[in-house]
């Protein structure tokens, strides 16, 4: 083994033998690239079918804690854009990875970042294909961020945008609501909270390739990360040109969520999630929806949690309360909490 430092120096960045040996032994070793070219050369099937079109997407990374309960930053770049592509009806094929480290970062941490985004992929049917790292100074970073990109092919026929969404569609959701959030909040030890709560965080290609399969009147789905359910249904909303009705009662929150956030004031549908989807469909296919999602892991709580009315003022989301009454659930002003994923 070529790699003896326990650290990340700014020679693993220079482009000589320490960047080679941090590439071989910590990336290329677990992800095992099959050339060592500067591109990924790509082929699949999928691709020839006539009227299979291609999904591309990117993100970035910068979760702090890089590790917390349920996850690491590596496994939420892996699952972050997995999701991305599964939303939009594609089939998540390859993805790229960029490291930009810290100078000081622990290999072994390093490793287990690898190894974690390795298995991701695996469970999801993906291949990391190509990648890039650079080492910054000290105090430039912090330990380490991730961007992802991830190609997919979506079949021939498969359609789905926010604006096929009708007044009567059904709204639902795979999941519980705001647990990576609130597992981030703890994880940072600021507010001396305990909790036995743990991130979300998982691939959902599985869950949404059973949906389209069951279901023909699938109109849209959105992963409900940064700005959480309420900033997913208004971007919906806004799109589809429809006013969105949720029930309070309907939503799946954990009472440590629920309690977490009254305490310091948050409120849990502008939470986080990185496992948790909402989809619309056609009224009778609901029923249909929700045994395909509850036929995989992912989907085993989903649940319905309202409908797509007629826009009348315009468009909007609003929630029937505990009480009968009714509020507007606005998009996400501000940041509840930064650096989230």
Avoid at 19 to 36: G, Y
Avoid at 122 to 151: H, L, M, P, Q, Y
Wanted: hydrophobic share 45%.
């Amino acid at each position: 083994m070529a790699l003896r430092d326990e650290h990340v120096t700014l020679a693993h960045g220079g482009g000589g033998k320490a960047m080679r040996d941090l590439i071989d032994e910590v990336f290329a070793a677990v992800f095992k690239p099959e050339s060592r070219e500067d591109q990924a050369r790509l082929m699949n099937d999928a691709l020839q079918e006539p009227g299979a079109r291609m999904a591309f997407t990117t993100d970035s990374f910068v979760v702090d804690p890089v590790e917390f309960p349920g996850g690491d930053i590596g496994k939420i770049a892996v699952c972050g854009t997995v999701n991305d592509l599964a939303v939009g009806g594609a089939t998540p094929l390859w993805l790229s990875a960029a490291f930009i480290i810290e100078e000081g970062t622990e290999i072994a941490l390093l490793r287990r970042i690898v190894a974690s985004m390795n298995a991701e992929a695996e469970k999801a049917g993906v291949k990391i294909v190509t990648g890039d790292t650079k080492v910054v100074g000290r105090g430039s970073a912090d330990r380490v961020f991730i961007t992802t990109s991830g190609v997919g092919v979506i079949p021939p026929g498969c359609d789905l945008r926010a604006d096929a969404v009708q007044p009567g569609d059904v709204a639902i959701v795979n999941g519980v609501l705001g647990d990576h959030g609130a597992t981030i909040l703890a994880a940072r030890g600021d507010m001396a909270l305990s909790t036995d709560i743990q991130s979300d965080c998982v691939g959902l290609g599985h869950l949404m390739a059973a949906v389209a399969k069951a279901c023909p009147t699938l109109r849209c789905a959105r992963d409900a990360t940064r700005g959480g359910l309420a900033s997913a249904l208004n971007e919906i909303a806004e799109d589809a040109k429809v006013a969105i009705e949720i029930e309070e009662t309907r939503l799946p929150l954990r009472t440590e969520v629920k309690g977490m956030c009254e305490i310091l004031g948050l409120d849990p549908l502008y939470l986080a999630n990185e496992g948790t989807l909402v989809l619309f469909v056609a009224e009778q296919d609901a029923e249909a929806a929700l045994a395909a999602m509850k036929s995989v892991p992912e989907g085993e709580g989903a649940t319905i949690i309202g409908h797509a009315r007629p826009s009348g003022p315009g468009p909007r989301v609003t929630m029937r309360t505990l009480f009968g009454g009714a509020r507007i659930v606005d998009m996400l002003v501000g940041e509840q909490l930064p650096r989230i994923c």
